[in-house]
């Protein structure tokens, strides 16, 4: 199988939570037992400057943090590379020049899923620098697929849960906030929810929602062995 490089540490239990993931997924999905039966993986947590609540507000600090950090992945034998953090992918076309092996995206994984699955409406929840840079948006306009997005108010709040999952606090009030932004988005007619912030599936899962949730983390991880066992 292909070595994994995994570049993390925005924030780090997000990043912890995809390696249970990937484990979680080779259980179920393809009945891992043995050790080898698990795909080779190199984590690399880089905690960045550059960052406030809101989001990115350095751009050129991340950025010459995430290259270093992409190529400390590659020069330690990574077949190719993923990023645990949504936000980051802003930087995805500048990321790939700078490395020789190919790095997998959260964005354009997530958007495959939802085309595959006929999706044409969603709800999306992200944080702040995310909706700023439309990061989701104009990937999911090219498959038509229409994006709602929360109002300025429920940012707020969104913005203010990503914090305090960051800081270890899950509460079930959080919890209840983000259950209140789906609903009123889906009043509007969306046909799925998109979780794209690497901390809301630490918070809100399909199990507390009739609603289809698209966890991007998840859909990484399954994307990530997919691409291991290629």
């Known amino acids: 199988m292909k070595t994994i490089g995994v570049l993390g540490g925005m924030g780090p239990e997000a990043s912890a939570t995809f390696y249970n993931m990937i484990i979680n997924i080779c259980h179920k999905k393809y009945n891992a037992q043995q050790d080898t039966d698990y795909p080779p ?6 905690p960045l400057e550059g960052f406030d609540e809101t989001g990115i507000v350095d751009q050129e600090k991340v950025l010459r943090q995430l290259i270093k950090g992409i190529k400390v992945l590659e020069s330690s034998g990574s077949d190719f590379i993923v990023i645990a953090c949504n936000t980051v992918h802003c930087f995805i076309d500048e990321l790939r020049k700078n490395v020789k092996i190919p790095i997998l995206s959260i964005i354009e994984e997530t958007s495959n899923k939802l085309k595959l699955d006929k999706i044409n409406s969603v709800g999306l929840l992200a944080s702040e620098t995310t909706f700023q840079l439309d990061i989701y948006g104009e990937i999911l306009n090219k498959n038509h697929i229409k994006v709602i997005n929360p109002s300025k108010e429920e940012q707020k709040s969104i913005t203010k849960v990503i914090l305090n999952v960051m800081g270890g606090k899950n509460s079930i009030s959080d919890r209840k906030t983000l259950l209140g932004i789906i609903n009123n988005i889906d009043k509007k007619g969306i046909k799925a929810v998109i979780l794209g912030c690497t901390e809301l599936p630490l918070i809100i899962s399909q199990k507390d929602l009739k609603l289809k949730i698209y ?16």
């Open 41 to 46: 993986m190199i984590i690399y947590s880089l």
């Open 215 to 230: 966890d991007t983390l998840n859909i990484l991880a399954e994307s990530s062995i997919e691409k291991s066992k290629s």
